[in-house]
């Protein structure tokens, strides 16, 4: 069932995150299980995966929120239960969650969230956290009243922006993004997507993007990797992966997302 | 049945009695019933301060033959020694709300914060040992607790020239209430836990101690100032009660249940003794009953 | 806010057969416009069913696609909304201002609907086959109704019949649940299916499964079907005819197989270049700038022109009427002529 050997983004390039062999589990449940990776500086890497797969609790893993029953998750070459709270190592890696209004704090506003995470990660002084969270704020697409309303008025969109720009506050060297447009609407996802894209650019982001959605992993990753019921099923370049699917649980996926004709073309012409 | 119930069941279990009809969104309750509901109790203090002087009648001074009906000098009528009836309601406000305020205010900030600590402490144990405790105080009839240190710290005891009585009735109610608190506080604090927000602010190197105070307290304190509101209204029915029992707030000091003890042999021919004390006290409630269900319910707009 | 008084020439399905007979479609809406406590949430939405065929309803949040179908089925009141303009013709019979009493004797054997998959769907308390059976014993009276379950659960393919029969539906996995609603809905021969985001909450490869069956039941038993549903990928596999609603109103309405390849409307084209799995690797994904509008704050005039690259003021004078060409492929768009997607 296991496919290459080679690990994915693999290459003499240091890995700011690996994955060796790692195992998770509940009490006593194996839900994830001998899956490895790497991340480079740079690299987009995708986790496919339907529900059940195991691919959230891999995200959980590789962010350091959950350690691994066996095997490890290291960040610059350590493992997360060494990396300590104030560990410069700690901002490294950071996460966009599925729901973002869950994601950010009812009470707060977007300028105060971003505020603080400057203050306490990167040591901004607080009075000029704040303006310094409106420039991170704007490089998200926020700016004006959104930025100092509170959650519950902000659309799915803003939120979406608020969370990564609380993210980006940060400096991280890798985003994990978990289903991070599931709870969009369609041109919605696609803001943000082209965000996402455009913050890697600009800053050299490292991106894992968990999904279930192929069409979202073929058109934002490099390579990627199929999760099925906690372990690894295909690996490698996405492009490959999508257009010649080895293993047949692939194949399905494949079929039921990309499957009906979709060469209509380059898109319209604008 | 606890006063306080987590905002979740609440929601939970209203919307399982919609009405199969229409889901019509939960109207508030008009702008301006609120702000008269708020304005009459204020109304009633200030009046609590101002009728003496105006009128000249202390509220423990014999001012007039007793057991005198309402007039247009004793709008309220008098009682058995000849106080006036209508300065000693608006004066007993002072009594009943402060019992409120200060009993309510200190349970609810600090039950609020022994069941944030508790639910985010790592501490083995502290957390099934504080509940079990909880569960103890909350499972026992309050009022019979109450009575219970009214009975220890006796109702002799008067401090800092507060009426006698009312430092029993503050440990009673803060020595029982915090509790209830605790418990909201808990549940609110271990369901945020979960929330990703919080879990951003470990992956951002946040401690323990700034999650809890500057994120997960304020939240868990909104909700708790918001039924602290409605458990007001129920504080002030209680020590009405238990002065009623005589073991509240002891005469000559003007209270409501102490004004309708003195009133309830005397129905028949001096209605007006009971009725007035309690009206005021039904007033009260209900104006507290708006406050707290507007309070709530922007609570719940914004959660 | 006024609404315009023209309305295009609007598109009539492949009902009419012959000069004399003429077979009413399953389904009619005619410039209906719906409210819920004073706000418009659907405005002048025309669209017909006819029968047997599939159609699809697309569309984001607010813009009126769940309420247009629950008006097919009688169920604004649960959700406090009421028609006021237009007309709702079930099989040629006008339901505008029908009772529940009327639209009861529709439901099930008529009219059925498919809600999105969840725990909710289904009653909790009940054994799949006791719910099966008191479906069968309303909407197909004559049927025996051991034997009619097991038909219909073969009939939507579930596996493992037997066992579902007695199980629970929270001891059913999501697609089975899915297939045990879709059961439920088609016990009494509807002519119309209408399944609301019936796929949304499953995994891609049980969605396929679903679809599937649903096309299958449409050849099958003749049925129309109403596909509801946010993404294009599913519309556009499932359907004959799409209709694209946004804030409220229908923008474009066409085949399927042309609407998503020559969209004639600026928002249907950006959907369209919104979707990544559309557009190639490398390339920007187009995306809109801004949110939808929601109801009651919907903008003067041609709702989408806020958003749109080729707005001109007269697009903000008023709402553009949606009108058709000869192929039957209709726009509501003052520039549809002049430009090109």
């Given at each position: 069932m296991m496919t290459a050997d080679r690990l994915p983004a693999g290459g003499e390039a240091t890995a700011l995150l690996a994955a060796d062999k790692v195992s998770l589990g509940y009490a006593g449940v194996a839900v994830v299980h001998g899956v490895s990776l790497r991340v480079s500086s740079g690299a987009a890497l995708g986790i496919a995966g339907e529900s059940g797969s195991g691919k959230s609790t891999l995200a959980r893993a590789l962010v350091g929120d959950i350690f691994p029953v066996r095997g490890s998750v290291t960040v610059n070459g350590r493992a997360w239960k060494d990396v300590g709270r104030k560990d410069p190592d700690r901002r490294l890696v950071q996460m966009i969650f599925q729901d973002p209004y869950s994601a950010l704090n009812p009470r707060m506003t977007a300028r105060q969230a971003v505020s603080e995470t400057l203050h306490v990660v990167r040591g901004v002084p607080r009075r000029d956290a704040g303006e310094r969270a409106g420039e991170v704020l704007a490089r998200v697409g926020l700016s004006g009243s959104a930025i100092d309303a509170r959650p519950h008025r902000l659309s799915g969109g803003q939120r979406q922006r608020a969370v990564i720009a609380r993210a980006l506050a940060c400096e991280p060297g890798v985003l994990i993004a978990d289903e991070p447009t599931s709870s969009l609407d369609v041109s919605i996802q696609a803001q943000i997507l082209d965000l996402l894209v455009d913050l890697r650019a600009e800053h050299g982001l490292a991106l894992v993007l968990v999904t279930h959605d192929l069409a979202v992993i073929k058109h934002m990753t490099d390579t990627c990797i199929v999760m099925r019921d906690g372990i690894v099923v295909e690996e490698g370049p996405t492009q490959q992966i999508l257009a010649e699917p080895r293993h047949d649980y692939t194949r399905a996926l494949v079929d039921a997302h990309l499957g009906s004709p979709n060469s209509i073309g380059p898109g319209p012409k604008r | 049945m606890t006063l306080v119930t987590p905002v979740g069941s609440t929601q939970a279990r209203r919307a399982q009695r919609a009405p199969r009809r229409s889901l019509r969104l939960r109207r508030r309750l008009p702008g301006w019933l609120v702000l008269v509901a708020a304005a009459i109790p204020i109304l009633i203090v200030i009046l609590g301060f101002a009728l003496p002087k105006l009128t000249g009648y202390s509220p423990t001074a014999f001012v007039a033959r007793p057991l005198l009906a309402p007039s247009w000098a004793h709008?309220?009528?008098?009682?058995?020694?000849?106080?006036?009836?209508?300065?000693?309601?608006?004066?007993?406000?002072?009594?009943?709300?402060?019992?409120?305020?200060?009993?309510?205010?200190?349970?609810?900030?600090?039950?609020?914060?022994?069941?944030?600590?508790?639910?985010?402490?790592?501490?083995?144990?502290?957390?099934?040992?504080?509940?079990?405790?909880?569960?103890?105080?909350?499972?026992?009839?309050?009022?019979?607790?109450?009575?219970?240190?009214?009975?220890?710290?006796?109702?002799?005891?008067?401090?800092?020239?507060?009426?006698q009585g009312m430092p029993a009735l503050f440990a009673a109610f803060l020595l029982v209430g915090w509790a209830y608190y605790a418990r909201l506080a808990r549940s609110q604090a271990v369901s945020l836990r979960s929330r990703d927000f919080v879990t951003a602010a470990h992956l951002m190197g946040y401690s323990n101690t700034r999650i809890s105070l500057r994120h997960v307290m304020p939240i868990v304190m909104a909700t708790t100032m918001a039924y602290a509101v409605g458990d007001a209204i129920l504080t002030v029915a209680l020590t009405a009660s238990l002065s009623f029992l005589g073991a509240g707030i002891g005469p000559p000091a003007p209270e409501w249940g102490q004004m309708m003890f003195d009133g309830r042999g005397l129905l028949q021919i001096a209605w007006w003794m009971t009725l007035f004390p309690a009206l005021m006290l039904v007033t009260s409630g209900l104006c507290l009953a708006v406050i707290a269900d507007h309070a709530i319910k922007r609570l719940e707009d914004r959660a | 806010m006024t609404r315009p008084t023209v309305t295009g020439p609007t598109v009539t399905g492949p009902t009419v057969t012959g000069p004399t007979v003429v077979t009413p479609p399953v389904a009619e809406i005619q410039g209906l416009a719906i409210s819920i406590a004073g706000r418009e949430i659907v405005t002048r939405v025309d669209l017909e069913i006819a029968a047997g065929e599939g159609v699809g309803l697309v569309g984001e949040s607010g813009s009126g696609k769940s309420v247009t179908c629950r008006s097919l089925i009688g169920l604004l009141g649960f959700i406090g909304a009421t028609v006021t303009a237009g007309q709702v013709r079930i099989g040629g019979k006008d339901m505008t201002s029908a009772s529940q009493r009327q639209w009861q004797a529709l439901r099930g054997t008529t009219v059925s609907l498919v809600p999105q998959a969840s725990l909710a769907g289904l009653d909790p308390l009940i054994r799949v086959g006791g719910q099966l059976r008191e479906v069968i014993r309303r909407d197909d009276r004559g049927a025996d109704p051991a034997h009619r379950s097991l038909e219909l659960l073969d009939q939507v393919r579930m596996p493992d019949p037997q066992r579902v029969l007695r199980a629970y539906p929270h001891e059913l996995s999501g697609g089975m649940r899915q297939r045990a609603m879709i059961a439920l809905a088609i016990a009494g021969r509807p002519a119309l299916l209408i399944a609301d985001e019936a796929t949304t909450a499953l995994d891609a490869t049980i969605q396929r499964s679903i679809l599937n069956l649903l096309d299958g039941l449409r050849t099958e038993l003749g049925m129309a079907l109403l596909l509801v549903s946010h993404d294009l990928a599913v519309i556009r596999s499932a359907t004959d005819r799409v209709a694209v609603m946004y804030a409220g109103t229908i923008v474009e309405r066409a085949a399927s197989s042309e609407v998503f390849i020559r969209p004639r409307h600026p928002y249907t084209a950006a959907l369209t270049a919104a979707d990544p799995a559309l557009v190639p690797r490398g390339r920007r994904l187009r995306s809109l700038l801004g949110d939808p509008p929601q109801p009651g704050a919907w903008p003067g005039g041609c709702r989408f022109a806020p958003r749109c690259g080729y707005r001109q003021p007269q697009c903000e004078q008023s709402l553009p009427p949606l009108i058709a060409d000869e192929s039957g492929h209709a726009v509501a768009c003052l520039r549809a002529e002049e430009i090109s997607l």
């Open positions: - | 709008p309220f009528g008098t009682d058995q020694f000849g106080r006036d009836i209508f300065v000693r309601c608006f004066v007993a406000s002072h009594i009943d709300y402060l019992v409120a305020v200060v009993g309510v205010g200190v349970a609810s900030i600090a039950g609020s914060i022994i069941g944030v600590a508790v639910a985010s402490t790592r501490v083995r144990g502290v957390d099934w040992a504080v509940m079990r405790i909880v569960d103890a105080v909350i499972a026992f009839p309050f009022i019979v607790l109450a009575l219970a240190f009214v009975v220890v710290f006796g109702q002799g005891a008067s401090l800092l020239g507060l009426p | -």
